[in-house]
């Protein structure tokens, strides 16, 4: 398996553009998490997904931010309109529902630079 | 709400030597707890799941322990080496398999 397929791997784009992160999980897994890095903030969980229906979005920074995940191989994190502020580096991870049993798998993330 | 705190924050020691770090939680009501490791401008590897009903887990030069009834957890590093050096991360899972990391411990291992 190639793991949890994040891309693109870095991006840079202009304050008030619309940003569309995606990510593929590994096959199987029935849940998927969107993570934010920062070195203020550490890793904070944004919005998981169970069977593909959105469960807790409660980490969701403002309405800028949606998330959808339309079928199990696919998730997109949005940003509209992006502000300097957002420029993080955004981790997909996905796990069986037993997820506590066998562990999260981690994305290589996506390097977000917002000018 | 579970909040993870991990000491120290940075950490630097000579090639060979055995170290810990430390990991906490606040609420012992946890399912397991996973080790990663960071490197640089990378994703983050697993290292070691322990789940909540085993008291240490190994892996190579690496053991982790768990005490779920004082919220902690330490990480052992037996011989370290330069390739040692990158960030640690402890995470807790929650109920609804969710996650909650620490603030993480960045290690530098000096040839």
């Known amino acids: 398996d190639a793991g949890v397929i994040q891309s693109p791997r870095h991006e840079v784009t202009e304050m008030g553009q619309e940003v569309t992160l995606r990510c593929k999980p590994i096959?199987?897994?029935?849940?998927l998490f969107w993570y934010r890095q920062t070195m203020m903030r550490g890793l904070e969980l944004l919005i998981y997904?169970?069977?593909?229906?959105?469960?807790?979005d409660s980490g969701m920074p403002e309405d800028r931010f949606s998330a959808k995940m339309p079928n199990a191989s696919f998730s997109t994190l949005k940003i509209q309109p992006s502000e300097p502020r957002d420029s993080a580096v955004y981790f997909c991870?996905?796990?069986?529902?037993?997820?506590?049993?066998?562990?999260?798998?981690f994305g290589s993330g996506t390097r977000l630079t917002v000018v | 709400k579970q909040e993870v705190t991990q000491i120290p924050a940075a950490l630097s020691v000579p090639e060979g030597e055995n170290l810990v770090l430390n990991c906490s939680f606040t609420?012992?009501?946890?399912?397991?707890l996973q080790w990663f490791r960071q490197d640089p401008g990378k994703g983050l590897t697993s290292l070691l799941l322990?789940?909540?009903?085993?008291r240490e887990q190994t892996s190579g030069r690496l053991n982790a322990s768990l005490d779920k009834s004082s919220g902690r957890s330490t990480l052992y590093i037996a011989a370290s080496q330069p390739g040692d050096s990158a960030t640690y991360l402890c995470?807790?899972?929650?109920?609804?398999?969710?996650?909650?990391f620490g603030g993480g411990t960045r290690l530098m291992v000096k040839p």
């Open positions: 991870a996905s796990s069986s529902i037993a997820g506590a049993i066998h562990g999260y798998t």
């Open positions: 096959s199987g897994h029935n849940s």
């Open positions: 997904f169970n069977n593909n229906v959105p469960i807790d």
């Open positions: 609420d012992s009501a946890i399912y397991n």
């Open positions: 322990i789940q909540s009903s085993q």
């Open positions: 995470a807790v899972f929650n109920a609804g398999n969710m996650l909650t």
